[in-house]
């Protein structure tokens, strides 16, 4: 089966702009979906089908992808973006099925 | 708008089965993929499986062999039956939609459920 590679940890000071990325075979082939998750609370979707917004979710949160990376890019962090971000996606090996990265936990300086 | 609320039972003993349901609310059955989504303590997100409208359903390849999801139409509910659980399995449990689309280019999870603990001890 393919994996999904994210970087443990990224941190970004107040107001900056910061990039997560995810790695993987797979995405190659298929669009990444992002989510967010704080502390003690369910996954939320922020960014769909590589590049869209689900409606509510601010217009900083924004997705690409290039070869086998695809990112979430905030622009102008704000202290309420600090969680954990996931990417996910197909198996590649078998397409029925979904993989997540391992997530990136997101520290707002 | 759909709501997704789960439950089920939250300690259970090593060999027993686990079993949560998760009700839709505010939405129909048709049109979309009903999915279980695990999380270890401290880890990250595992797809457990999921169905269909029509009952059709695909595992996770590291747990088919003791999962089961089924669906309930006329409750407008769904479930999880995972057998023989280790402290392995120890985790929150979530129930998610993932919408439908021809030649399935739709893939996302929106909305989820609030989540179960779920803890295996002897």
């Known amino acids: 089966s393919s994996e999904l590679t994210q970087d443990p940890a990224v941190s970004v000071a107040l107001g900056q702009t910061v990039r997560i990325t995810c790695q993987g075979d797979s995405l190659r082939n298929y669009y990444a979906n992002w989510y967010q998750q704080k502390p003690r609370q369910a996954p939320i979707l922020v960014i769909f089908?590589?590049?869209n917004r689900p409606s509510g979710i601010p217009d900083r949160f924004s997705g690409s992808s290039s070869g086998n990376t695809a990112s979430l890019t905030i622009t102008g962090a704000q202290a309420e973006d600090e969680a954990d971000y996931y990417c996910?996606?197909?198996?590649?090996?078998?397409?029925?099925?979904?993989?997540f990265g391992g997530g990136t936990k997101l520290t707002v300086l | 708008q759909v709501q997704l609320q789960q439950w089920g039972a939250g300690l259970l003993k090593p060999s027993e089965t686990l079993s949560l349901t998760c009700a839709v609310y505010g939405g129909s059955f048709s049109g979309s993929y009903w999915s279980w989504i695990r999380q270890p303590p401290g880890k990250g997100l595992e797809w457990i499986g999921e169905i269909n409208h029509t009952g059709s359903t695909s595992y996770n390849p590291s747990l088919e062999s003791r999962v089961t999801i089924s669906l309930d139409t006329s409750k407008n509910q769904f479930s999880l039956k995972l057998t023989s659980v280790t402290a392995a399995d120890t985790a929150v449990y979530y129930c998610?939609?993932?919408?439908?689309?021809?030649?399935?280019?739709?893939?996302?999870?929106?909305?989820w459920g609030q989540g179960t603990q779920v803890t295996v001890s002897s």
């Open positions: 089908a590589k590049n």
């Open positions: 996910h996606s197909r198996d590649s090996s078998y397409n029925s099925h979904l993989i």
């Open positions: 998610a939609r993932k919408p439908y689309c021809s030649g399935g280019k739709c893939y996302w999870f929106d909305p």
